[in-house]
């Protein structure tokens, strides 16, 4: 049987392949993927579903329990290819949702290693992909109200005889891939995001590219509704002892954490690093688990344990000028632009008066 009839029946038969030439191409992120809660942030085997509702946008993610559900590592693939098919788009060329590719190129691309392993764990990888089905409400029209679909409609290794693979094929879902062709709806990302390994820490800085951008006031949430939005397992006691240590060690390339209270309220302030100063590496506690109540280890990998220094970002601020403003009207900000000018120059104020008193002491 040719290949051509083994193809009869899917899509590829119907599909212009997009053929990538290279895996050089500037990271880019879907809005929607980076803003909702659509990939399990453990490194272990998920299969509760993550059910999420915020006005009127609805999010379900639905695993199998032989393969589980797709991680916020998995979602690499997906970046990967949306930074592909942009790059493709800027340049005049035809794309589609058909892709054909060489593994070394997406392992590369995304700075994974090429060996054996790392191979087998991309074919694991596309396995969740496939296998998630996933259901919302978002960029609905007046004809539909939910759609579904998996993050990978098909996919399928081109190998020889003996077992050497010489290339991939997959096939995106149509939402996915109309996210991407409109421009609007992609951002650029830090190339670093992919040396992030904790899964905490991979979510916040999507969260803080998509609602602090570059905008010098940054973004404020309340840890509460963070830890709703991430759609994690974890209680939110360790939910947020994991911000506490992540504030503590400063980890996302080209933003600033401030931990704030108001009230009973514990808040996160996420500021462009360019308007919050330069990080101060602090290392986390070396007995502390980012994810459990006390030694056990988390779900995540060695993030919870191992200190990581100031990381430099790649990431040129007039690249991507946008602020982001139109499109965060979903989430809380407890403080409006112009008081959070006056926070600044009020706490700038408070360290000038601090150092003249101290000068007058001496």
Same mark, same amino acid.
């Given at each position: 049987? %040719? ?7 899917? =899509? ?20 929607? #993927? ?5 990939? %399990? ?84 990888? /596309? ?9 919302? !409400? ?20 081109? %190998? ?40 905490? &820490? ?14 010098? !006031?940054?973004?404020?949430? &309340? ?17 947020? #002892?994991?911000?506490? $240590? #992540? ?18 309220? &514990?808040?996160? $302030? ?41 990381? #430099? !970002? /790649? ?14 009207? =979903? %989430? ?31």
């Amino acid at each position: 049987m %040719s290949r051509r009839d083994l193809l009869a029946g899917s =899509e590829r038969a119907r599909l212009d392949p997009f053929v990538i030439a290279t895996g050089d191409a500037s990271p880019r992120d879907q809005r929607d #993927l980076m803003e909702r809660p659509f990939f %399990s942030l453990a490194k272990s085997k998920r299969v509760t579903p993550i059910l999420y509702a915020a006005g009127d946008v609805r999010v379900e993610v639905h695993a199998v329990a032989e393969h589980g559900m797709a991680t916020i590592w998995d979602a690499d693939i997906l970046i990967w290819a949306a930074s592909q098919i942009v790059e493709a788009e800027t340049a005049g060329l035809k794309t589609s949702r058909f892709l054909r590719f060489t593994p070394f190129q997406l392992l590369t691309s995304i700075g994974r290693a090429t060996g054996a392993s790392d191979y087998k764990l991309l074919k694991d990888a /596309l396995v969740r992909l496939q296998s998630t089905a996933v259901r919302t !409400t978002i960029r609905h029209d007046v004809r539909w109200r939910r759609h579904q679909f998996s993050w990978i409609n098909e996919w399928e290794e081109c %190998s020889t005889r003996d077992g050497r693979t010489e290339g991939m094929e997959m096939v995106l879902p149509d939402w996915f891939y109309r996210g991407v062709v409109d421009r609007s709806l992609v951002l650029t990302i830090d190339p670093t995001y992919f040396s992030l390994t904790g899964g905490i &820490e991979r979510w916040l800085y999507r969260v803080a590219r998509k609602h602090a951008g570059h905008q010098p !006031t940054g973004w404020l949430f &309340e840890l509460r509704h963070l830890h709703e939005k991430s759609g994690s397992l974890a209680r939110f006691s360790d939910f947020a #002892l994991q911000l506490r $240590r #992540l504030t503590a060690r400063q980890p996302l390339p080209g933003y600033r954490l401030i931990l704030e209270r108001e009230d009973r309220r &514990e808040l996160l $302030r996420i500021l462009p690093a360019a308007a919050a100063g330069r990080p101060v590496d602090k290392p986390v506690d070396p007995i502390g688990r980012s994810h459990a109540p006390g030694i056990g280890r988390s779900h995540a990998s060695r993030s919870g344990d191992h200190t990581h220094g100031s990381q #430099l !970002t /790649l990431w040129n601020d007039s690249a991507n000028p946008t602020r982001n403003r139109e499109s965060n009207r =979903e %989430s809380n900000i407890f403080v409006a632009p112009g008081d959070v000018d006056k926070l600044v120059q009020d706490v700038a104020r408070s360290f000038s008066v601090r150092s003249l008193s101290k000068g007058g002491n001496r």
